[in-house]
Structures are given as C-alpha cells and as structure tokens.
C-alpha cells in the first residue's frame, strides 16, 4: 500500500461542478502539500497544510490530522481546471523531512 | 506565498553536451533544496537534498557524478547534467525549504523539461 493515496485516479467534469479530490496517507506528517500540474508540465503550488482549512478563490484544501485525511475542492469548475492535481506529503523524520508524493489525479473539465 | 524560479524551463541539447539548471528562491533564503525528477506519467521521484555549503545527499542509484548539485548559496541551487543522454530527458524540479522558528515549510519550482536528442 502507497504512503499516499489519492482518489480518483481519473476524473471528468462538466463545466460548472464541483469537484473533490482526496488524499489519504499514512505516515506521520509535517504538512501536506496540494499542487497543480499542467499538461505542459509546470507545478504550481496551490496549498500547503498541516491543520483545519485554507481557500484561494476557487480553490479550497482541508486536511483531517486525526483520519489522516485531506481533501481538494474546486468550486465552479472550469475547463482552464483541467491538470494533474498531486497530494504530496512532508514525512516527519527528524530533520530530513522528505515529500511523498501521491501518484495524482487527472482532472479534465470539459466545456 | 514564497517563490522558487527555475531557469531554463525548458532545454534541448544534443547527446554527450552538460546542461545546468538553476533554483533560486526569490524572497526567502532556502536551508534546504531538493532536486526531483518526473517520467511521464509517473510521480516525481526524489534526487538528492542540498544543503547550503554542503555536499549533497543523493538517493539510491542517482549518480552524484551525473547530476551534480552545487548549492552555493542560500538562495541558489544548481543541477548539471553531465554528457547528457537520450535517457536523461526528464522534467526535472526543485523544491526550496525554509526553516524558522516552528516554521518548516517547502516551496516546489515550476520545473525544467529537459529533452536531450
């Protein structure tokens, strides 16, 4: 079983929906990171987290320390949505502190 | 948020010819950068951690003679690709951490794609 898991692996939209992308992992951690990779293969970073909720306009990321649980919502869909959306965590191991990256969820919104 | 850059964003070079990638952080001083890699399709896998004057620490089957690191100072980082081949395109992407106090956050690059013909 993947340290990180994300669900789903593939998701399609309709302009306009709202969409959740989960991220379940199972290590100790330091922060969660939720970051957006185009096709072209630029990362952007969206959120990083360790506790309660964050926004940026459409965007909102959550996280459940205690389910080990986060979630990434995207309110008022749009086809410019569409990318590889990647749950990466912070694993606490003394100083090193390395990421562990989920595999991604593709998301295409379509018009 | 803070910004990591990374230059070029983009190389072709031709087989056996080195290429440098520089991360910079742009309005924070980084302690800590690290050096990822993506295959298509695939997640980004860890290279090496770079400390600031330090050697970096690479993980297993990176050769340090290939991709050499050198973090400088602590707002740059750069990774060479020594006689690049064919295998090595990759996207290539560094990540910046900033240490204060409680504070321990990482910061991700927008990434390199390296395509060597």
């Known amino acids: 079983k993947n340290e990180v898991e994300q669900s789903p692996q593939n998701l399609t939209a309709q302009e306009g929906e709202f969409i959740t992308i989960n991220c379940s992992y199972s290590?100790?951690?330091?922060?969660l990171h939720w970051l957006q990779q185009h096709p072209g293969g630029g990362i952007v970073s969206l959120f990083m987290l360790s506790s309660g909720k964050k926004k940026h306009g459409r965007l909102i990321a959550t996280i459940n320390i205690q389910e080990k649980h986060s979630s990434l919502h995207i309110t008022a869909s749009h086809p410019r949505d569409s990318a590889v959306y990647i749950c990466?965590?912070?694993?606490?191991?003394?100083?090193?502190?390395?990421?562990?990256f989920g595999k991604g969820t593709r998301l295409h919104i379509l018009p | 948020g803070a910004v990591v850059s990374q230059h070029p964003s983009w190389v072709i070079c031709k087989s056996g010819t080195s290429v440098k990638i520089e991360c910079r952080s742009l309005d924070f001083q980084a302690t800590t950068m690290f050096w990822y890699r993506q295959f298509p399709k695939q997640s980004l896998m860890l290279m090496a951690t770079?400390?600031?004057?330090?050697?970096?620490?690479?993980e297993q089957g990176v050769e340090k003679d290939k991709f050499l690191i050198n973090h400088a100072s602590l707002t740059l980082s750069t990774l060479t690709v020594t006689s690049a081949h064919p295998e090595d395109s990759s996207f290539y992407i560094c990540s910046a951490r900033v240490r204060e106090g409680l504070s321990n956050e990482q910061f991700f690059g927008p990434g390199t794609r390296l395509t060597v013909l």
């Open positions: 770079s400390n600031e004057g330090s050697k970096a620490t690479y």
């Open positions: 290590v100790g951690i330091s922060a």
């Open positions: 990466a965590v912070g694993n606490e191991m003394g100083r090193d502190d390395k990421i562990i």
